[in-house]
């Protein structure tokens, strides 16, 4: 069954420093999207994609933070200068033409 | 926005009993409701949803119920087993925007830590 993949599943990075998430989605899913799971707490919706640009986005996902599906597979988050309070589990969805959104394994981003 | 309550924070069964999760929503826009499982470590996994054209669904042990009237819809896992034991999330989403370029951010409850003893 096809899975969503994402890499790296762990980065440590130094605050101020930019970092980019990678996700492969699903192969025929034409819907991507980006949530985040702090520690011990519920899962936040950052952002959704469809047909090469940001459908919808929340008040999370600031000037700091962007998307691009750079080629036919690949769909990324960039955090340009990351901040303490980006660390957290940041987890890449897509979804057909259904409505169930499926989740890849998360990064684990460390931000000291 | 939509908000999403989700109750209790912690349920502690049997194993062989039943175990039920509870939310609320906010929206009444919102028409899409899907439950995950989430393991430690491990991603959000979907095990059931439901639309809001339909009142109840099942899927073997489990069953997800939905009132609209009441904005209110609730997991139901029967005969529980140890390998249930996992953190459980509600969520709610509205349906795809007028253009169509969206099936709807999906807004997450607080999660059950649900425990099966054996």
């Known amino acids: 069954e096809p899975e969503v993949t994402q890499t790296p599943s762990h980065q440590v990075t130094q605050m101020g420093q930019e970092v980019i998430l990678r996700c492969v989605p699903i192969s025929n899913h034409l819907y991507f999207y980006w949530y985040r799971q702090i520690l011990g707490q519920k899962v936040e919706f950052l952002v959704s994609?469809?047909?090469?640009?940001?459908?919808?986005k929340s008040e999370i996902f600031d000037d700091q933070f962007s998307v691009e599906r750079p080629d036919g597979s690949n769909f990324t988050l960039k955090i340009r200068s990351t901040k303490l309070e980006d660390s957290a589990m940041y987890f890449c969805?897509?979804?057909?033409?259904?409505?169930?959104?499926?989740f890849g394994p998360g990064t684990r981003l460390l931000v000291l | 926005g939509e908000n999403v309550e989700q109750h209790p924070s912690t349920l502690s069964v049997q194993e062989g009993d039943s175990a039920v999760i509870k939310c609320t929503y906010s929206?009444?826009?919102?028409?899409?409701f899907p439950w995950y499982k989430q393991e430690l470590g491990k991603r959000p996994q979907l095990i059931i949803d439901i639309r809001s054209n339909v009142g109840e669904k099942k899927d073997q042990r489990i069953a997800v119920t939905l009132n609209k009237t009441a904005k209110h819809f609730s997991l139901h896992i029967t005969e529980t087993q140890p390998e249930d034991s996992a953190v459980y999330f509600c969520?709610?989403?509205?349906?795809?925007?007028?253009?169509?370029?969206?099936?709807?951010?999906?807004?997450f409850g607080q999660g059950t830590i649900l425990t099966v003893h054996p």
């Open positions: 969520a709610a989403s509205g349906g795809p925007d007028a253009g169509g370029t969206s099936y709807g951010k999906l807004t």
């Open positions: 929206d009444s826009a919102s028409n899409y």
């Open positions: 994609f469809y047909n090469n640009e940001i459908s919808e």
């Open positions: 969805a897509s979804s057909g033409q259904g409505r169930a959104q499926y």
